[in-house]
């Protein structure tokens, strides 16, 4: 962003009253604070632009899943859609509770309108789903937890 349009959005916060605005723009983003007197809030800083990165909430809650004794995770090789069953009226591939073996069939991911089957490559029982049906999903990303053997 130009420092001419941080002036301009700087005055256009000060003639709307208002306490705060962040805008975001590409890979970059501003946001601006006003103090009780209508004047931007000084910020030191290092100069240095930085980026904000947002996760989903369910990777970090996979995380902390997965940091507990015994826990294995599957993950998705692929971005895509996750589905947990191979049609929308047939039951789920696993449920929590079930035994899997390696090899075994967890769960489907769509990557450009090709399904491609997702296997178990640990043995032991499921512990946890980490994502819900239909939703998309990233490289890498955890599905399963499962209690090794």
Not at 35 to 54: C, D, Y
Not at 69 to 82: R, S
Not at 121 to 136: A, M, Q, R, W, Y
Request: aromatic share 6%; charged share 30%; hydrophobic share 40%.
């Amino acid at each position: 962003m130009r420092i001419s349009f941080v002036k301009k959005l700087i005055e256009l916060v000060q003639e709307m009253d208002v306490e705060e605005v962040e805008i975001r723009r590409w890979f970059t983003s501003i946001r601006i604070k006003m103090n009780s007197a209508g004047a931007p809030l000084e910020r030191k800083g290092t100069g240095i632009h930085q980026k904000t990165v947002q996760q989903p909430v369910e990777a970090e809650k996979a995380e902390e899943k997965s940091t507990e004794i015994n826990v294995t995770a599957i993950k998705t090789p692929m971005v895509g859609t996750f589905y947990r069953a191979p049609a929308s009226d047939a039951p789920p591939y696993v449920e929590i509770g079930d035994h899997v073996s390696v090899g075994k069939i967890v769960c489907i991911v769509e990557a450009m309108k090709i399904m491609n089957e997702i296997e178990s490559d640990v043995s032991g029982t499921l512990t946890d789903i980490l994502v819900k049906n239909e939703d998309p999903v990233e490289y890498n990303q955890q599905l399963f937890l499962v209690n090794p053997e």
